[in-house]
């Protein structure tokens, strides 16, 4: 399984992107997916999820701005960032594991670079 992350760029303050992440492997075979980010100098950290039953969740700092998705159908999960600010700059990954046999499996994207300026 191989994930691919797209849609990063260089946008200003208060604009909008779209990251998009393809999955090689069934997207519902998948149960968690999410995004994470690493900004420079700072840990990689959990920006969002949804967990097999649907429940989404975000961190604090981009509730309400960013909207996770994810779609089956086509194999692919989203993360819709709006109202960005320069905070958010760093680099997003995206993310997913499955079960296997008893053990998790994680799988990662290669990240794309998001940059907010003020």
């Known amino acids: 399984v191989q994930l691919q992350a797209s849609g990063g760029g260089l946008v200003q303050a208060g604009e909008s992107l779209r990251l998009s992440c393809t999955a090689s492997?069934?997207?519902?075979?998948?149960?968690?997916v999410a995004w994470y980010r690493q900004a420079p100098g700072k840990q990689r950290e959990l920006v969002a999820n949804?967990?097999?039953?649907?429940?989404?969740n975000y961190v604090d700092s981009v509730r309400g701005r960013f909207t996770i998705s994810r779609d089956n159908s086509k194999n692919m999960m989203y993360l819709q960032m709006n109202n960005l600010e320069p905070e958010d700059t760093a680099v997003y990954y995206c993310?997913?594991?499955?079960?296997?046999?008893?053990?998790?499996?994680?799988?990662w994207g290669q990240g794309t670079l998001v940059t907010v300026s003020s």
């Open positions: 949804i967990i097999r039953s649907g429940v989404k």
């Open positions: 993310y997913a594991n499955s079960i296997v046999g008893y053990g998790v499996a994680d799988y």
């Open positions: 492997g069934r997207m519902f075979n998948f149960n968690t």
